[in-house]
């Protein structure tokens, strides 16, 4: 089993930039893949990023695209979350989710390992 701890959430005004971290505790961290979900209040949880268990491949949804970068060290046991030009509709909270297949999912139901989220709120 893996377990997830996101950080890095806060305020941020439009247009500005957030990089979220995703710690896993566990050494056999590299076979996981991993993505990054979201859920604003009312709404249904969202796949916004994911990625390979070597980082060879990533997977993102049009409405992040170019502006989200997903990144993961496995010495560390980390993945990351780079957000740019942050828009208000981005305001939600991020899950980090993880599973040993699946990679580029965008179902949350295929990922067995959760986080406990962090909040983003883009607001001037």
């Known amino acids: 089993q893996v377990q997830l701890v996101e950080s890095g959430g806060g305020l941020v005004q439009p247009g500005g930039s957030l990089r979220l971290s995703c710690a896993a505790s566990?050494?056999?961290?590299?076979?996981?893949?991993v993505a990054w979900f979201r859920q604003a209040p009312g709404k249904e949880r969202e796949f916004v990023a994911g990625?390979?268990?070597?980082?060879?491949?990533?997977y993102y949804p049009d409405f992040v695209k170019g502006r989200f970068t997903i990144s993961r060290d496995n010495a560390k046991n980390t993945v990351y979350l780079q957000m740019n030009s942050l828009k208000p509709e981005d305001t939600a909270v991020y899950y980090c989710?993880?599973?040993?297949?699946?990679?580029?999912?965008?179902?949350?139901?295929?990922?067995?390992?959760w986080g406990q989220g962090t909040q983003v709120t883009v607001s001037s």
């Open positions: 990625i390979s268990m070597n980082a060879d491949s990533t």
């Open positions: 989710a993880a599973d040993t297949s699946g990679v580029g999912s965008i179902a949350n139901w295929s990922y067995r390992f």
């Open positions: 566990g050494r056999t961290f590299s076979r996981y893949i």
